[in-house]
């Protein structure tokens, strides 16, 4: 028994070190977004705004009462549902004032023109149970929503918080034409997973639309302008936070390369794996995937797997990769590009949550998200082939080392996830 495989013990527990307590799964990521069409007239912009009820009035109840539970936010109340308190829409504040509940959205955004902060004029706004909005992907879909009549429900009517979604159209006076703008967002509402909320600005300027996407709560002003550079600059750095920040596709792509030893080989799956998750990255997030609930566990359940795979050889080569042949590096290119089908599944479920088929210069964004992924990918890669290559210098075996215990750590990992997403395919089916 050489050294490398009774070291076996040690490299397990420093996976376990880091073992995972909950699976990542991108269907479950950037489910909280905010869509904003700013429309160019004649005096100033237009701003149609769409954001989860919660951005808006979480963070502001106050003090407990006597009945130990908070002081209610602005149009809500509160009540105690098996001993957890629950906050509901207050409708008869929202029937004697809904402009208000706008107010409160609009004094939690600032729009600023050449350095002055533009007050925001509330318009309209209407409140609707999630799931039951109307289509909002373009201005034309926006400016329909606020045709129809507004919601009037009785004042004893229960919907949570937590349901319900605003949208409201605020008018910003400016005089002569906006070239440049800054947008951003005060609203903290100190909710789990914030952090990931996705912005969709769309600017509607004489000449075209320009689409931005920004991630998290926009505390810091996103600088919009008509520059068709800086708006597909936004989606390629989403690209490349998406894939930096999906741990299992990091993983990945980790185990590939530490599973070969000559740039050829390395090259070779690189591209399989970028073929294969650029073809279904589009297919998915045009739909032409099976409509089921079963599904997208099922994709996040061979991504997990397909780390293992990956893995397989580097555990059996004891982190000691062999050059490959003209033959077994066609079958390595087609594999990736096979795993590459699954995983370029994950990303567009995550794409499709934060772009809709009908927004405006859908192939430009889709093709800067894809860059941008590309772009992250090549820097794990790069990242990893130094940290190999110094490993290398010092010795061979601890080249070895270092690339079994990249392997563990990801097939550990890899294991919980495959286990808990295996759990969750069995309740969808």
């Not at 609203?187 to 912005?199: K, M, R, S, V």
Request: aromatic residues 10%; charged residues 15%.
């Amino acid at each position: 028994m050489n050294s490398l495989t009774r070291s076996w013990p040690v490299f397990l527990l420093l996976a376990l070190l880091v073992l995972p307590t909950a699976a990542p799964a991108h269907f479950l990521l950037n489910l909280n977004v905010r869509i904003f069409h700013v429309d160019h007239v004649d005096g100033g912009l237009v701003v149609y705004v769409r954001m989860p009820l919660p951005y808006v009035l979480a963070g502001k109840t106050g003090l407990p009462q006597a009945d130990g539970l908070p002081e209610p936010a602005p149009y809500t109340f509160n009540r105690y549902e098996n001993d957890v308190p629950m906050h509901y829409v207050d409708f008869r504040q929202w029937g004697g004032n809904p402009l208000g509940l706008a107010s409160l959205l609009g004094d939690g955004l600032t729009l600023s023109v050449t350095g002055r902060r533009i007050d925001a004029e509330p318009r309209d706004v209407r409140l609707y149970r999630l799931g039951s909005e109307p289509p909002f992907a373009t201005l034309d879909e926006a400016i329909a929503g606020f045709s129809a009549a507004p919601l009037s429900p009785s004042a004893d009517e229960r919907m949570y918080v937590g349901d319900a979604v605003i949208d409201a159209v605020f008018y910003y006076p400016v005089d002569g034409g906006v070239n440049e703008y800054r947008l951003s967002s005060e609203l903290n509402p100190q909710l789990e997973g914030q952090d990931d909320t996705a912005n969709l600005i769309l600017d509607y300027a004489p000449g075209g639309v320009e689409v931005f996407r920004v991630q998290g709560l926009m505390a810091e002003p996103v600088v919009i302008s008509r520059s068709p550079v800086a708006a597909v600059a936004t989606f390629f750095s989403e690209g490349v936070i998406h894939i930096l920040k999906g741990l299992d596709h990091v993983f990945f792509v980790l185990c590939l390369i530490a599973g070969v030893f000559h740039v050829r080989d390395l090259l070779l799956r690189v591209t399989g794996f970028t073929v294969g998750h650029s073809i279904t990255l589009a297919i998915g997030f045009f739909g032409y995937v099976p409509n089921v609930g079963w599904f997208i566990p099922a994709i996040e359940l061979l991504i997990a797997l397909s780390i293992i795979v990956a893995a397989i050889p580097v555990l059996i080569n004891r982190g000691v990769p062999a050059p490959e042949s003209k033959a077994g590096a066609g079958n390595a290119f087609l594999m990736t590009a096979g795993i590459g089908l699954v995983h370029g599944l994950g990303f567009s479920f995550v794409l499709h949550e934060i772009l809709r088929v009908t927004s405006p210069d859908i192939w430009q964004s889709l093709l800067a998200f894809n860059l941008g992924i590309e772009a992250g990918q090549l820097l794990i890669v790069a990242a990893a082939a130094t940290v190999f290559a110094i490993a290398g210098v010092i010795s061979l075996r601890c080249e070895a080392y270092t690339r079994l215990l990249v392997v563990a750590v990801a097939t550990v990992f890899a294991s919980v996830w495959g286990v808990q997403r295996f759990i969750l395919l069995l309740s969808q089916v």
